[in-house]
């Protein structure tokens, strides 16, 4: 596709219930960022993929987060028995060569 | 460990005038640095990348920035800000040993009239 597209775009969701995020890269590119924004907070760096492999987990806030690449190409992060504190704005972001493209993001209530 | 410091949450400027928004950055090893800007709504977009050469590096929107090595610094700058560059500002590092890119926690530019 042309841009780094994510979905859904709102989730509200209620605490305890499970919920998944995909994001759909550009074609080609072959690094894949997981980021979380917190309301008026910077960027917390989740996870990273190169191809279908995380070399970096260390940013999963818990053993609740999990996130997979299949194909080298769509990721999903899948967020179990959800908490108050996960309400974010979750970033996804795609890259070839260093210079990352972002996603809209999709932003998550737990009530 | 890699880390990205923005030790200004806000910065106000008029108009007209110049900016800069400062970053420091550590690594092990040598940085590749680069500033994000996000505007009101909108996601994340590119605005410049140091990874070798030339100290100054122009990039988007008039915008530019300085690699300082004694200084591990890497601060935006624009010779004249506009109303509209008002967004939030994030600089990120990531070094030649990994993919892993580290934001900092961003300083909100607000340009007024």
């Known amino acids: 596709g042309a841009g780094v597209s994510q979905s859904p775009s709102n989730k509200v969701t209620e605490k305890g219930k499970d919920v998944e995020l995909r994001c759909d890269p550009i074609?080609?590119?072959?690094?894949l960022y997981w980021y979380r924004q917190s309301l008026g907070q910077g960027l917390e760096f989740l996870i990273y993929?190169?191809?279908?492999?995380?070399?970096?987990k260390s940013g999963l806030p818990s053993d609740r987060f999990s996130a997979e690449r299949t194909g080298g190409s769509v990721s999903t992060l899948t967020i179990q028995r959800t908490q108050q504190e996960d309400s974010a704005v979750y970033l996804c972001a795609s890259s070839l060569d260093g210079e990352l493209f972002f996603g809209e993001g999709s932003r998550l209530t737990v009530l | 460990a890699q880390s990205v410091a923005q030790p200004e949450d806000q910065v106000n400027v008029a108009e007209g005038n110049p900016l800069t928004v400062k970053c420091t950055y550590s690594v092990s090893g040598n940085p590749y640095l680069f500033w994000y800007v996000q505007y009101p709504n909108r996601g994340l977009q590119f605005l410049l990348k140091y990874i070798t050469g030339d100290n100054l590096v122009k990039g988007s929107y008039g915008f530019e920035a300085e690699f300082n090595k004694s200084q591990t610094s890497f601060h935006l700058k624009k010779p004249s800000a506009l109303v509209s560059d008002s967004a939030l500002y994030f600089c990120?590092?990531?070094?030649?040993?990994?993919?892993?890119?580290?934001f900092g926690t961003g300083t909100r530019l607000q340009v007024f009239p």
């Open positions: 074609s080609g590119h072959t690094a």
């Open positions: 993929f190169q191809g279908n492999s995380a070399p970096d």
């Open positions: 990120a590092v990531r070094t030649t040993n990994t993919d892993k890119l580290i």
